[in-house]
């Protein structure tokens, strides 16, 4: 049997604890940019996955040199972990010299620190730069497209690489988001992205590389975290942005717009319309004490009910209401393991919609008492009193 506690004192008059979830189509008829001008666009919110706006999200489209984000995000994973480091030598092969596209002109047979290789990948989503350092992470170009294919459907993406740069590949706007969304996530992506201009020195072929970073937003959007843009004749102009306001963060996609400067604009159409309308709140921080409950069949007479980790929502700023619901059985019975999931605590609209939870965990273990235990308490007891 469990019990809710529902709060309804505790409904809020002010934006700051709700998560505002719009199903797709329903502000199509005030959509923040011009549909227009592109064939897909998404607005969402990465952390809740809460997706604020969608224009054919769905429909898979060639999407020129963002295919390579998905090796991208191996890469920085795998210098975030440490399996890679900036002083790793990196040789070229012919392979990866030859790959088409954005480059970073590298040579066969070139040498080169992977950190460099990593700056030119994120700046420029340089192709021979992302070709040589999955490569080197991987062992083998085979092994580098199962992990690509691997780690694509463990973000929820149906797609199948047949090489490291995924040409030919479709990608929905859905699935790039998905693929930004861990980007930003990544150390080692993060301290690149936002980097302008900068210079690549060479070991061989070309003496240096200026590095442009073709995503103007990087520097003209307040907060901008990057990520990358591409564009070819079947594809048009696409993009995938993030940016980062304040504790707020969105990740904004645009397939298929006749222009650069139609991709731009819908970017900061659909990023500047979720900083007006929406922020992220935190509503809980991992480890804080919800409940104590009583606990059968141990010494311990109760157990502490910890948050299991912390919880922020994307709220609305115009004010809408919201209560918590806290669902915990009335009891439990040993064994109880730390860290054992006991019960939540749920977050509502008025209408009864659950926009986000978060479980509780049992701050520390119950064993199950036996019968010399109870002898052992009855001892104690005893013994305290003379």
Aim: hydrophobic share 40%; charged share 20%; proline share 2%.
């Amino acid at each position: 049997m469990y019990k809710k506690l529902c709060n309804l004192a505790s409904f809020i008059l002010v934006a700051s604890f709700l998560l505002l979830t719009i199903p797709a189509g329903v502000i199509a008829d005030n959509a923040p940019i011009d549909t227009g001008i592109i064939k897909g666009a998404i607005l969402m919110e990465p952390y809740s996955g809460r997706v604020l706006f969608e224009h054919d999200s769905s429909s898979k489209y060639s999407v020129a040199g963002l295919t390579r984000l998905a090796a991208l995000l191996i890469i920085c994973e795998a210098f975030d972990s440490g399996t890679i480091t900036d002083d790793t030598v990196v040789t070229v092969s012919a392979k990866s010299a030859a790959v088409k596209g954005t480059t970073a002109f590298l040579a066969n047979g070139e040498r080169m620190n992977a950190g460099d290789m990593l700056m030119a990948a994120v700046m420029i989503n340089a192709g021979d730069a992302i070709h040589a350092l999955m490569c080197c992470i991987c062992g083998s170009e085979n092994t580098a497209v199962e992990r690509i294919n691997a780690r694509c459907r463990e973000l929820g993406i149906d797609a199948s690489y047949s090489d490291i740069c995924g040409d030919g590949v479709l990608l929905s706007c859905t699935d790039l988001a998905a693929i930004g969304t861990a980007l930003i996530k990544s150390e080692s992506f993060r301290r690149n992205s936002s980097l302008y201009y900068e210079k690549l020195s060479h070991t061989t072929g070309a003496s240096q590389t200026e590095l442009a970073n073709p995503n103007k937003l990087t520097k003209q959007y307040s907060g901008c975290l990057g990520v990358a843009t591409g564009s070819s004749t079947d594809a048009g102009y696409c993009g995938v942005f993030a940016s980062e306001r304040g504790g707020t963060t969105y990740i904004a996609v645009a397939i298929g717009a006749k222009n650069s400067s139609d991709r731009f604009v819908t970017g900061i159409e659909l990023m500047d319309y979720g900083y007006a309308n929406f922020r992220s709140s935190k509503m809980v921080t991992a480890g804080e004490t919800a409940a104590e409950i009583p606990v059968s069949g141990a010494l311990e007479k109760t157990i502490k009910l910890v948050t299991a980790s912390d919880l922020s929502l994307l709220v609305s700023v115009n004010g809408a209401k919201l209560y918590s619901e806290t669902e915990i059985p009335e009891s439990v019975e040993a064994p109880i393991k730390e860290g054992q999931i006991i019960g939540r605590i749920r977050y509502l609209t008025e209408n009864g919609e659950i926009v986000g939870e978060v479980d509780l965990i049992a701050y520390s273990g119950a064993e199950k008492a036996g019968f010399k235990d109870y002898v052992m308490l009855i001892m104690r007891a005893w013994f305290g009193r003379t």
